[in-house]
């Protein structure tokens, strides 16, 4: 995505059956997995017989754990986590896990979303005495977990369930336990992962933790359970509420892996799927098909497919500069187009190009990979969307600007073109993305505003 909207996190935990066994190296290369999901500060917890012992920092999972051996962090039970702050200061103290002291024990825990309750339920807590001490929505789940503790740990999670409100997948470690909690519409992803030689599971936010780590799929958790993974096995709590499946159809179109299988469906041929049907919408006279790297190649490949115009990359993306390159001023961070994605002139001079990205969202990064394009010899430049208009704020753990800040509502479709200096302009229409999803279980709220739940108006 050129314009940079982010998702909170990625979660993962990892329980291995031999006690003597450490987790946490395992988490750790998980987290490199995950590392898309969060380039702002990355953390384990390590649960050595009930007792936590936590390292966290900010930036990447090799830059925190730089030439760590691990030695500080005992235990055969670890979680992991990567942010993107959307909601809390970003600091240090607020990057997770968070770990707290209650009735049951020591409680470590690791939260991807966002709460849309969070401003009540801190002020319902610091009225009953809780003392914050990060700005992060996720230390009120851990302190109402914790309120219930002398009634167990399913007691506490089932009472936070209870009062919370948007989107959540929690890891969670306790005594001998590693535990997954999922949202009852399951707008963000989380799976089960077993270790082939049945050396222990995984809980993580995509398969290609599991993956990185040779483990098997298991399956997803499903909306609104509980599951919890001790000596015994693993055990699952069903909802005891109505639950109905809303994943945020921007882990499809952006955020997800593209070799990740999400609820069943994988990343890569969902995103192909709506270029071909984005080909299918407009017939442009072209002698190129490009994406904007790296989460629009595989609608662009489809695209290409559908259409029958070559596909040849045209932008070459600089891996060494991440998230962490951030310049005060615009035209500073325009001009930084050029470092961060390099032309390949040879594929563009004197070509009518049709170029990919998954969306649109501010634009202004795109209006420069466009002026880049037209500096390096392109004859005409077709831009397409292989989403919907981004309209509306996202509440549930998408960093999206309030709505007067998105272009689609600033501008009509024939204006955002002539912003971008584009020739042409073409998103995928709502029921061509509506086709690719197959079944009513998406969240499409930031495309046609309607929220899974009650939010706050902006």
């Not at 670890?78 to 209650?102: F, W």
């Not at 098909?289 to 490949?301: E, T």
Request: glycine share 10%.
């Amino acid at each position: 995505m050129s314009d940079e909207i982010h998702e909170e996190c990625g979660v993962i935990g990892v329980y291995r059956n031999d006690v003597n066994k450490q987790a946490a190296p395992l988490v750790y290369y998980g987290l490199y997995a995950l590392q898309h999901r969060g380039q702002e500060s990355a953390g384990i917890a390590a649960n050595h017989n009930g007792v936590m012992e936590l390292k966290k920092g900010l930036g990447l999972a090799g830059e925190v754990f730089r030439g760590e051996t691990f030695e500080g962090l005992p235990g055969n039970i670890a979680i992991g986590h990567v942010r993107y702050s959307t909601a809390g200061d970003g600091s240090v103290r607020s990057a997770q896990p968070l770990a707290a002291s209650c009735r049951l024990g020591e409680i470590a825990l690791a939260h991807n979303g966002n709460l849309i309750n969070a401003d009540s339920l801190r002020e319902m807590l610091t009225d009953e005495g809780v003392i914050f001490h990060t700005t992060s929505d996720s230390e009120s789940i851990l302190n109402l977990i914790c309120q219930h503790g002398s009634r167990g740990i399913e007691a506490g999670i089932k009472n936070a369930m209870s009062l919370i409100k948007g989107a959540y997948v929690l890891v969670i470690t306790i005594n001998d336990k590693l535990i997954g909690v999922r949202d009852p519409y399951g707008l963000h992803p989380l799976c089960i992962g077993k270790f082939h030689d049945d050396s222990g599971y995984i809980l993580a936010s995509e398969t290609c933790a599991l993956e990185a780590l040779d483990a098997e799929f298991v399956r997803d958790v499903t909306p609104g359970e509980i599951v919890i993974i001790d000596k015994e096995g693993l055990k699952s709590i069903e909802p005891s509420r109505w639950c109905r499946k809303n994943l945020c159809v921007f882990e499809m179109v952006y955020f997800a892996r593209p070799d990740s299988i999400v609820d069943g469906v994988s990343v890569y041929e969902f995103r192909r799927q709506c270029g071909m049907k984005l080909a299918g919408q407009r017939k442009i006279e072209a002698d190129l098909v490009m994406a904007v790297p790296d989460s629009g190649i595989p609608a662009a490949i489809g695209y290409a497919e559908a259409s029958g115009i070559p596909y040849g990359e045209g932008l070459i993306k600089n891996k060494y500069m991440g998230r962490t390159f951030i310049l005060p001023v615009q035209e500073q961070r325009e001009a930084a187009v050029k470092i961060k994605l390099a032309t390949i002139k040879h594929n563009i001079n004197g070509k009518r190009l049709i170029i990919i990205d998954d969306s649109i969202v501010r634009g202004t990064t795109l209006r420069g990979i466009v002026s880049h394009l037209r500096d390096s010899g392109a004859k005409e430049i077709h831009v397409c969307a292989a989403s919907p208009e981004v309209k509306y704020s996202c509440y549930f753990g998408i960093d999206t600007p309030h709505r007067e800040k998105l272009i689609a509502v600033q501008k009509s479709p024939e204006e955002i073109c002539e912003f971008l200096g584009a020739d042409s302009l073409t998103y995928l229409s709502l029921e061509s993305l509506s086709q690719v999803c197959g079944e009513d279980t998406y969240c499409k709220a930031c495309f046609d505003g309607k929220y899974p739940m009650e939010v706050p108006v902006n």
